[in-house]
């Protein structure tokens, strides 16, 4: 088991989880609204102070509190200088989020980073998307060998769009369709009907993505389908992420450190289409049971890793797949799933040091080895080789995809791993 872990980000909207942090771990960084603060000379602020994320636009630290105040309150120490409040403090009313304290905490450095690449912009997903940033792809995520598979003595051609090969459902894939979406509380249902022939696929496809956040820091995912012709389906997540920040590079996604639940890869010609044959990880520089600095492990490869990794399944539900951290920041992902597949890649085919880049978020530039992607999924080509999990769906089946990204930070530069 895993102890002494405190997660900083557990604390955003957790306003007596701030608390305690304070009373055990010493002062915690906030961001704030601070634009009613100009003329403060004492009291404590209860009132007309946006509590919006939006609206966020300085930071503090709470050093203390008084919760046997007439209002109860945080004592903030601000950064104006002791000419300010009350000789450079202030005090921020307890439980009603005020100002925003609660919105967005900063991890141990006191640093603030959107670690997902992507665009500013629907038209720049829709037009510019060549690598599939936060994309979900289907009909089948992957490839399938030969851009053809044969269901109850049925041939079935797709798009060919990675030479002779298929790639993550063809030229006009489920990234590239306007799916229709409903909120329910903390939830998101995106829904596409996929018609039959679409791509070369058979049958009616009607797929459903789930997404939902709870207050455990965790992102779930879950993908369903259901079709009117037997046919084949392989959903997935296609996130970059960058644990550093999206704007960090190759030389901060170097210094990760990975591990995956995984004994056996799935062989692979130089086209990347599957043998049918595994690899045992074991001696090999596919062997992150155990943690390794991702720069060493993709160094050892040759180029970097866009692999098929066979997991560990010890559970019907949900299994552990991989955890992912970055030791100077002190973040950490990990990633569930109930597939018994996941490909690592490292953004090999972003552009080269030496090409210009891909512009995504806020005008950064995305290139070569700036991110990793862990798709959960079924094995690569599964509709050409029986000794893989089944990629088809039968109607009357449904097509269900499990997956969790957790998010969390390190109080030291890694966790405290004790066995019982």
Known sequence: MITNVHTVASLVGAEDKIIESIATHGPVA????????????????????????????????????????????????????????LDGYLKLAIGCNICGLANEVPDRNGDIEDVVLGFDDLESYV??????????????????????????GVEYKLAKNVGQDHLHGGIVGFNKANWNYIRDGNKVIFSHLSKDGDEGYPGDLLANVIYEVKDDDTLYVEFLATATKRTVV????????????????AEELYN??????????????????????????????????????????????????????????????LTFVSRVSHPSSGRYLEVYSDQPGVQLYTSNFLPSPYEEALVGKKGVGYRRHGAFCLETQKFPDAVHHDNFPSAILTPGDVYVHKVNYRFGVNDGDAPRVVLN
């Open 127 to 152: 037009n510019r998307n060549t690598p599939y940033l936060g994309a979900t792809v289907g009909r089948c995520a992957n490839r399938i060998g030969g851009a053809s598979f044969n269901i109850d």
């Open 30 to 85: 906030v961001a704030v609204n601070a634009l009613t603060w100009q003329n403060y000379l004492g009291g404590v602020i209860q009132y007309h102070c946006s509590g919006s994320p939006k609206e966020l636009n300085h930071a503090v630290e709470l050093v203390g509190y008084d919760l046997t105040a007439e209002v109860p309150y945080y004592i903030a120490k601000n950064s104006w200088g002791k000419g300010f409040g």
């Open 234 to 249: 392989n959903l997935t997540n296609h996130s970059y992420f960058n644990l550093a920040g999206h704007d960090s590079g």
């Open 256 to 317: 990760h450190v990975i591990m995956i639940n995984a004994d056996k890869i799935t062989e692979t010609t130089s086209e990347s289409i599957p043998t049918g044959n595994f690899i045992k990880v074991g001696g090999t520089a596919y062997d992150l049971r155990a943690p390794k600095r991702l720069g060493d492990a993709m160094t050892s490869t040759g180029y970097g890793f866009d692999d098929n990794f066979c997991v560990n399944m010890y559970d019907k539900d």
